[in-house]
């Protein structure tokens, strides 16, 4: 089993459903994105680089079987779980920051304060919570906690709470052209693995030799 | 104690506190008071690191030097080798003490090794060297002991002088291998990241020794000047000393442009993006890390600018301020070009960076930026200032309470 995704570039609206899904159902402090959408080619999102041009790409971590940021962690707080998903444990990251250095697609976030303190300086309202409300160890090791640590490294963790829960993650759920598709890789016959093969699926930096579990569908031509 | 030593010791002290003030500020605070960002994730601390590091070098390159090949005109630096080493490797751990988000979750390191990472194997080679460098220390001065306070200490053994001398040639080919051994792998924390082309070269390693022999002998150098002088009995050694460092920062000039000439002439579009970022973006801080160790280079090697004391103090501090700017150009080649750069489909010509959410809330910023203008905040220079004055508190009172400065017979 090695649990993988695959975003169809020509459903996605570019909405950024996914984005804000992410950032809430995984109580995101103030500053940080797991997930974003951008228009490759655009300064500005959602804006043409070239009329009839534009495609938009959500960038989350791509859970790399060969993941350098799995490689540099010095204390194995990064770590892979069974199914190949690349998690953090919040309870032993020391907050060096390497694998954020290590990773080459910018999807690690670092709580730079005490997140309590950011939600303030955002001017969030008084008292507003949000996101999946209770700690989930996989294995003894904490790897959602809704209120984070200040000094520790977060990004996606394939919402590994809610797998137990056998529910998608928050992005897929939340996809309102329903772009994302969740399965596993290793499985010739999945859906995920027909789609990658049968619409052309690309990795994100394939020269970098991560070999990325999150592939994308290339969009068509758009008509003029 | 020499009224100098005293001010020396009284403003590095100062230097220190502050430098300790503004840590503690940080810790209950966090690294929201560097100027860091998510794109940016390492600055000041890490450059310095690699800059004590490369310090550490000299010294016992130095006595290898002597005890392996025989350049008996050094021997009386020896003692200040082996001391700006550990000065220097001790400074190095503690100037990236304050880059650790979680220091008290340092433990892990010990608990929770994780072999693959070349951090865990700088820790433990940086310890090693400060450990070795120490035991050299110690048994250089060991026939210097009897006689003084510290006699206690000492080892009792029959000839000490010849116990010190045989034992500091038996432990020399362990040095030099330890020496070299500090700057490669420091090198490997950057030069294994293939994400990040500035530092994915073969070059970086081999680059990393030459940069450290060149300033670690000038620390030595400029040790040696204040505690010798330029007397005609050392200018043998100090011509032996500006050799090495002349021939050390050539090795490196040859290094690093060797590096830049094969991405320059192949063109790829990325590789010159990203060495624009320290020739164009970066480009006097450039200009200074090479032409002015350049210049200083080149008055060390003029036997009269070696008879003025003073000429000879600046021009090596400037070599030294050369390779820090130096190490800390380590980074916007780095930071400042993002790696997730992509053709987007269907467009010609086009290189187009992914921008990185910046981790902080700025209302006059963008949320995702591709570009932060890194410069070191007041909180981390203040750090930095204090583990530089901790090298330089260090060095003043080992002079001053250990027999290490012994004119030569």
């Known amino acids: ?224 | 104690m020499s009224n100098i030593k005293k001010i020396g010791l009284l403003v590095t002290f100062l230097f220190m506190i502050a430098g300790l003030l503004a840590y503690g500020y940080q810790y209950k605070e966090g690294l929201v008071l560097t100027n860091m960002r998510n794109s940016y994730s390492w600055g000041l601390y890490v450059s310095s690191l690699a800059f004590f590091v490369g310090n550490a070098a000299g010294g016992l390159v130095l006595t290898s030097l002597i005890y392996l090949f025989g350049v008996t005109s050094l021997k009386p630096f020896a003692k200040i080798g082996a001391l700006t080493a550990f000065a220097n490797v001790t400074a190095a751990m503690i100037s990236i003490l304050p880059d650790i988000g979680q220091p008290i979750r340092l433990y892990n390191m010990i608990v929770h090794p994780q072999l693959l990472s070349p951090l865990v194997w700088d820790v433990v080679v940086l310890t090693l060297y400060a450990g070795l460098s120490l035991l050299y220390l110690y048994l250089l001065m060991l026939p210097d002991l009897f006689g003084t306070p510290l006699e206690q200490i000492a080892l009792k053994v029959d000839n000490p002088k010849e116990f010190s001398e045989k034992w500091a040639k038996r432990l020399a080919p362990f040095s030099l291998v330890a020496a070299v051994g500090i700057h490669v792998i420091t090198a490997w924390v950057f030069a294994t990241q293939g994400g990040r082309d500035w530092w994915h070269s073969a070059a970086l390693a081999p680059d990393f020794v030459a940069v450290a022999l060149a300033s670690g002998t000038a620390i030595v150098f400029v040790v040696a000047l204040l505690t010798y002088g330029i007397k005609e009995q050392y200018q043998q050694a100090y011509r032996i000393m500006a050799i090495f460092i002349a021939v050390a920062f050539f090795i490196h000039l040859f290094l690093m442009y060797n590096d830049f000439f094969i991405h320059i002439w192949y063109s790829a579009r990325d590789a010159v993006d990203t060495l624009s970022v320290t020739v164009k973006d970066y480009g006097l801080a450039h200009a200074f890390e090479v032409a002015v160790p350049l210049a200083m280079v080149i008055l060390l090697l003029s036997s009269r600018v070696r008879r003025k004391t003073g000429a000879m103090i600046i021009s090596c501090c400037l070599l030294i301020i050369g390779v820090f700017v130096h190490r800390f150009l380590l980074m916007p080649g780095s930071f400042d070009k993002i790696p997730l750069t992509i053709s987007p489909l269907g467009l010609q010509n086009v290189e187009w960076a992914a921008p990185i959410a910046s981790g902080r809330y700025d209302l006059a910023l963008d949320t995702f930026v591709t570009k932060w203008h890194y410069f070191p905040s007041g909180i981390e220079m203040a750090i930095f200032l204090g583990v530089v004055a901790y090298v330089g508190f260090l060095i003043i009172l080992a002079i001053e309470m250990l027999p290490i400065v012994r004119e030569a017979e």
């Open chain 1, 1 to 224: 089993m090695r649990r993988g995704m695959v975003i169809d570039l020509e459903k996605c609206i570019g909405c950024s459903s996914c984005v804000v899904a992410c950032k809430q159902h995984n109580a995101q402090p103030a500053g940080n994105w797991w997930n974003r959408v951008v228009t490759p080619g655009s300064d500005r999102h959602l804006t043409a680089p070239t009329e009839g041009m534009e495609y938009f790409l959500p960038i989350h971590c791509q859970h790399c079987q060969n993941a350098p940021c799995e490689r540099v962690c010095p204390v194995g707080a990064t770590y892979r779980s069974n199914d190949g998903t690349i998690l953090v444990d919040f309870e032993r990251c020391i907050g060096c920051r390497y694998c954020m250095a290590a990773c080459p697609y910018g999807v690690r976030q670092f709580n730079w304060e005490d997140p309590k303190k950011g939600i303030k300086k955002y001017g969030y309202q008084e008292g507003y919570t949000y996101g999946y409300p209770y700690d989930y160890r996989l294995e003894g090791r904490l790897v959602y906690t809704p209120v984070r640590f200040k000094g520790v490294v977060e990004k996606c963790n394939f919402c590994v709470h809610y797998l137990v829960k056998g529910l998608d993650p928050a992005c897929v759920r939340g996809c309102p052209g329903n772009a994302r598709f969740v399965g596993d890789l290793d499985d010739p016959t999945s859906e995920v693995s027909r789609m990658i093969r049968n619409k052309n699926g690309f990795n994100l930096l394939r020269e970098k030799g991560t070999r990325p579990n999150v592939f994308y569908l290339p969009p068509k031509r758009k008509e003029v």
